[in-house]
């Protein structure tokens, strides 16, 4: 197929591709602290940023990182960090900070071997867990895992649209194989990106008021220093943004916070299905190890086995909808990981003892192959 006007062709790495992403998606401010496997990132946001007129700070530690994302949010820029797990642990604080404050960033965390130190420049998929629950309380999130350097850069964009567009911090959820692998990727032309800005208020400063409830579910955000002023606090609070001990306010925010996700799943979760319109087994894969599985499927028709392959792209929330459709003639779920069993349990849950389940795991820093898929699949099909 020709290409589309003023795209072009060009070998990138993960890193390197989720850069041009936020740039593309319009982040002028990059604030993180080096980490293998994700410091790539931020050589390249030192690198570019200037560039197009940003700022790009490199920090004392995590901690900070998230600190000075939140605030550059709150002044109206879009705002993203990049870490791998250690950094990722420091940074739940803060990132349940952004959950109640509904400041929008993203995070890129280049998932390595763990816990602590662990291995750090062998890859892993130890944090899926983490991005959703590693901050404390009843929070919503959202996190996004790709599978190719091309989605390093799309689900970039992606991340922040969402992110914008539901107040929320956006986690993209990488390994080291995708991350440093090199793939040739066409970028897509800026004209055929969707890029989403906050919606601001259209009301007088006086009038306004920072966490009213909406139909949407998301409040207008009035970037700080353009005459809006308001509280931002990490309490429980009011629709104005002062803490709160009163039911009748804690409660409306509460649902609000989770409504704003749960009613718009639809435009939230996405997910890719390969061959499982009559596959009899599904593999569950996800990030480096959903190339194996792909692999494997193929390799596992080949000898008459009718497997298939559910790939979560949005990875938190988890797709319910795209696991009941392929239980509709699955009778056996296959979910290969690179940790002691993680989404299993998502997979579990939703599954509810329906079909048979089985577990794949490498936990030594090294990739499950497709051959390892593969007799996995003859040995439970």
């Given amino acids: 197929m020709p290409k589309e006007r003023n795209e072009h062709p060009t070998l990138m790495q993960g890193n390197e591709a989720v850069v041009d992403g936020a740039l593309a998606a319009g982040c002028s401010f990059f604030a993180g602290y080096p980490i293998t496997p994700a410091s ?10 200037p560039r197009v007129g940003g700022t790009f700070i490199q920090m004392e530690d995590e901690i900070a990182s998230m600190g000075a994302i939140i605030g550059a949010s709150l002044a109206g820029v ?10 990722f642990s420091l940074m739940q604080e803060n990132l349940g900070f952004a959950c109640i404050a509904e400041a929008p960033v993203v995070v890129a965390n280049v ?18 867990q983490q991005a959703r629950w590693g901050t404390h309380g009843d929070h919503t999130i959202i996190a996004l895992t790709p599978s190719s350097v091309k989605e ?21 959820l990488m390994d080291e194989v995708i991350a440093h692998m090199r793939e040739k990727v066409v ?32 409040p ?17 609070h009011d629709p104005r943004g002062f803490p709160t001990a009163r039911p009748d306010e804690i409660i409306p925010l509460m649902n609000r916070l989770q409504r704003k996700i749960d009613q718009h799943l639809e435009d939230i979760q996405t997910w890719e299905s390969f061959m499982t319109e009559d596959a009899t087994l599904t593999v569950v894969a996800y990030g480096c190890v959903a190339r194996s599985a792909r ?69 030594d820093g090294n990739i499950i192959t497709p051959e390892e898929i593969l007799q996995r699949i003859e040995e439970v099909v």
């Avoid at 790539?40 to 940023?49: D, H, N, P």
């Avoid at 998932?111 to 899926?128: E, F, H, N, Y």
């Avoid at 006086?206 to 949407?216: A, H, K």
Wanted: hydrophobic share 40%; glycine share 8%; net charge positive.
């Fill in 40 to 49: 790539e990132i931020a050589e390249r946001f030192s690198l570019k940023m």
């Fill in 295 to 363: 692999r494997a499927v193929v390799e596992a028709r080949e000898k008459g086995i009718r497997a298939g392959l559910l790939r979560p792209v949005t990875i938190w929330p988890f797709c319910n909808k795209a696991l009941e459709e392929v239980l509709r003639s699955s009778s056996v779920l296959l979910v290969p990981e690179m940790n002691q069993g993680q989404l299993v349990l998502e997979v579990l849950r939703a599954n509810q003892g329906q079909v048979r389940v089985f577990t794949l795991n490498r936990v």
């Fill in 187 to 218: 970028i897509p032309s800026p004209e055929s990106l969707e890029v989403f800005d906050r919606v601001r208020p259209t009301v007088p400063p006086d009038w306004y008021i920072p966490y009213e409830d909406t139909p949407w579910g998301v």
């Fill in 78 to 87: 879009k705002a993203m960090t990049a870490t791998s797990g250690p950094g």
């Fill in 220 to 236: 207008p955000m009035a970037p700080f220093g353009h005459g809006y002023r308001y509280h931002v606090t990490g309490l429980v």
């Fill in 152 to 172: 390093c850069y799309t689900l970039t964009v992606r991340a922040f649209n969402l992110s914008e567009k539901y107040r929320v911090p956006v986690i993209l």
């Fill in 111 to 128: 998932m390595r071997g763990g816990p602590s130190t662990g291995l750090p420049t062998s890859p892993s998929q130890g944090d899926v």
